[in-house]
Every structure is written in C-alpha cells, then in structure tokens.
C-alpha cells in the first residue's frame, strides 16, 4: 500500500511543475525566445561538433528562461549508468567563480559535460592535460571557454596590485587581454576567452589534430551574470 502523504505530495509537486512550466513557455513565446526540451542525452550519446555546440545553448536559453529540462533526469538511472565510465559530449573550461555553475547554466547533468575550472579560465599544462583526455580519451564534441562579467581574476590582473601568496601567478597569463582591453573590464573578460581558445587550438597537438580533422569544434563565450545568458566571442 502506497503512504497517501507520498502520493499527495507527489500529485503537489506534478502540479506545481505544469503550471510553473507553462507559466515560463507564455512568458518566452510572448518573448520570441523558442525554447525546446532537450532529448533524453545519455552517456553514449552521438553528436556533430555544430551540434553539441547548439546543445549547449539551447541549454542555456532554458536556464536563462528559467526552464530547466535537466531536472526531470531520473539521476538515480544516470548515476547507474556513469559508475563505470563517462562519455560526455561537451566540455567547458570555466572561471573558478562560484556564480558560474557551469552544468546548471547550460541545463545538463551528470555524465554530459566535462569541466574544467582555474581562476581566470586560463591555459595551463595542466589544464590542456586535462581537456586533451577529455578529447583524446572521453570523446568530446565541443570544447568552450567560459569568461564570466564582472571576474574578479582579471580585475586584479588589471590593477596588478600586490596580492598575498601565490594569487599573483594568475597574471601573466591574463596579461595579453589586458594590454588588448584599453582598460575595459568587458573588453579584458571577452578578450581573455579568445586568447585561452587560440590557445588550446595551438599549443595542444591532440585538440589542433581534432578540430584540423572536424571531430571538434573549439569555442569561447562569456556568461552573464545578470541575465543568466552566454554569448560567443
């Protein structure tokens, strides 16, 4: 026998779900804003470079619309299904930030997107080890740099005050977007997100062979903070 408090508060949180999910679908279809729930991803899933770019943003206009899709996932099945491997289709090199939750803000769970996070969201030997397994070994489709407004690392590369310990070593790598920002914060943050992805395209053999080949696609973009939207560069 079923507990009935189990079954109302289920039979609560269904209804709160559909009048909240067709609340946000009026408000973006009065706003232009297409939004389409994603198909069921899985850890095996088969996607072209262009589209598990597109995934990616059309997971992020669900997530600025306030209508998240990656929810509704059973993650008890999805954390069955990734206990013994992982083939994400994306992979994101993100500022360190804590208001960029970067599965959140492209709408996706667990086993789809493989991330990378540094101060900055700067190339290192580390990082391009990383991201190299991530393209050599996982198979991922796309790879982004994601910049954030308002990054605290590249302000502090900007005013390149004397800083404690070792906070100071997020400078030089942050200094070309500097010198290319003519002291403009934004301009500095969008900056930095091309130069990190050149980066990545050049100095790392595996992931210039993968986009040289088409099994990759190399891209950067700035989150929003406000807006809650990303933008290519």
Same mark, same amino acid.
């Given at each position: 026998?079923?507990?009935?408090?189990?079954?109302?508060?289920?039979?609560?949180?269904?209804?709160?779900?559909?009048?909240?999910? +067709?609340?946000?679908? *009026? /408000? @973006?279809?009065?706003?232009?804003?297409? !939004? $389409?729930?994603? =198909?069921?991803? #899985?850890?095996?899933?088969?996607?072209?470079?262009?589209?598990?770019?597109?995934?990616?943003?059309?997971?992020?206009?669900?997530?600025?619309?306030?209508?998240?899709?990656?929810?509704?996932?059973?993650?008890?099945?999805?954390?069955?299904?990734?206990?013994?491997?992982?083939?994400?289709?994306?992979?994101?090199?993100?500022?360190?930030?804590?208001?960029?939750?970067?599965?959140?803000?492209?709408?996706?769970?667990?086993?789809?997107?493989?991330?990378?996070?540094?101060?900055?969201?700067?190339?290192?030997?580390?990082?391009?080890? +990383?991201?190299?397994? *991530? /393209? @050599?070994?996982?198979?991922?489709?796309? !790879? $982004?740099?994601? =910049?954030?407004? #308002?990054?605290?690392?590249?302000?502090?590369?900007?005013?390149?005050?004397?800083?404690?310990?070792?906070?100071?070593?997020?400078?030089?790598?942050?200094?070309?977007?500097?010198?290319?920002?003519?002291?403009?914060?934004?301009?500095?943050?969008?900056?930095?997100?091309?130069?990190?992805?050149?980066?990545?395209?050049?100095?790392?053999?595996?992931?210039?062979?993968?986009?040289?080949?088409?099994?990759l696609k190399v891209e950067a973009g700035v989150y929003d903070l406000a807006t809650g939207k990303v933008t290519l560069t």
């Amino acid at each position: 026998m079923r507990d009935n408090t189990c079954v109302h508060d289920c039979d609560r949180r269904h209804f709160l779900r559909t009048v909240l999910s +067709s609340a946000v679908f *009026g /408000v @973006a279809a009065q706003a232009g804003i297409e !939004l $389409v729930a994603p =198909g069921r991803l #899985s850890a095996q899933t088969n996607l072209s470079p262009d589209a598990a770019l597109q995934e990616l943003l059309a997971g992020n206009q669900r997530f600025a619309a306030n209508q998240l899709a990656s929810i509704e996932h059973d993650l008890t099945i999805l954390k069955e299904q990734t206990v013994d491997k992982q083939e994400p289709f994306a992979a994101v090199l993100s500022c360190a930030d804590s208001r960029v939750p970067v599965e959140l803000i492209f709408d996706q769970t667990i086993g789809h997107i493989f991330v990378t996070r540094v101060a900055g969201n700067i190339v290192t030997p580390e990082i391009i080890a +990383s991201l190299e397994y *991530g /393209v @050599a070994v996982l198979g991922v489709k796309t !790879l $982004v740099v994601l =910049g954030h407004r #308002s990054c605290g690392a590249i302000k502090a590369a900007m005013k390149a005050d004397t800083v404690p310990g070792q906070i100071s070593a997020l400078y030089p790598p942050l200094r070309q977007s500097v010198e290319q920002s003519g002291g403009n914060l934004d301009r500095a943050i969008e900056a930095n997100t091309r130069i990190q992805a050149e980066l990545l395209r050049t100095s790392s053999t595996v992931i210039r062979d993968a986009v040289k080949t088409g099994a990759l696609k190399v891209e950067a973009g700035v989150y929003d903070l406000a807006t809650g939207k990303v933008t290519l560069t």
